[in-house]
């Protein structure tokens, strides 16, 4: 019985209070004590947050670099060059575009049907009590989600990367032309 003692109800102290002059004591005495508010620093401001991220907002100014060359004075020439170099990594707007285009053909209709799968096979199986087997819907699932997966690979490689010429309707010429660039790119690293 010793081992339960903790269980014991023990009769509380009466409350005693001081007398004092004024109405009444203060029923909670520590929680009318006024304490000042804790010291805040202010916050500086996230100096990243407040420049614009790469990508959004207004395009940063470009400045010309001028190539250092000992002994050929500045002529038309290298002003061909300087601009050739600030724009061989970018791809023209059109040429994005195109693939953006591509894209959203190549990932969404394989995309929509496999979606469209899910309430077919729910329909099977609830409304017809057709029994079909849990592999099958996983199955054509992998199969209609992986293609929206190449999809996205094939929408850039079948757009014509040249900014003049549109390309096929389904691109199949210029995707054998691609293909290697692309492949090339990935594994090269983007060296020439």
Partial sequence: MESFAFLRIYPLAPLQTAPSSHSSPPLFPLLLRRHPPPLRRPTPPA????????????????????LKR???????????????????????EVVTNRMMRR???????PLAFGLLFFPFFYYLKV????????????????????????GVSYGIVSASWDPLREGS???????????PVFWQSLWGGGKK
């Avoid at 849990?134 to 054509?140: D, R, S, Y």
Wanted: charged share 25%; aromatic share 12%.
């Fill in 127 to 150: 409304v017809s009590k057709i029994d079909v087997p849990t592999w099958i819907p996983f199955l054509v699932s992998f199969f209609f989600f992986g293609s929206a997966l190449l």
């Fill in 70 to 92: 000992k002994s050929s004075p500045p002529n038309e020439d290298d002003d061909e060059e300087e601009e050739e170099s600030e724009n061989e990594g970018t791809i023209p």
């Fill in 169 to 179: 309707l389904l691109g199949w010429n210029e995707a054998r032309r691609n293909w």
């Fill in 103 to 109: 894209m959203g053909f190549s990932v969404g209709i």
């Fill in 47 to 66: 100096t990243a947050a407040l420049k614009s991220p790469r990508g959004f907002g207004p395009a940063p100014q470009k400045t010309k670099k001028r």
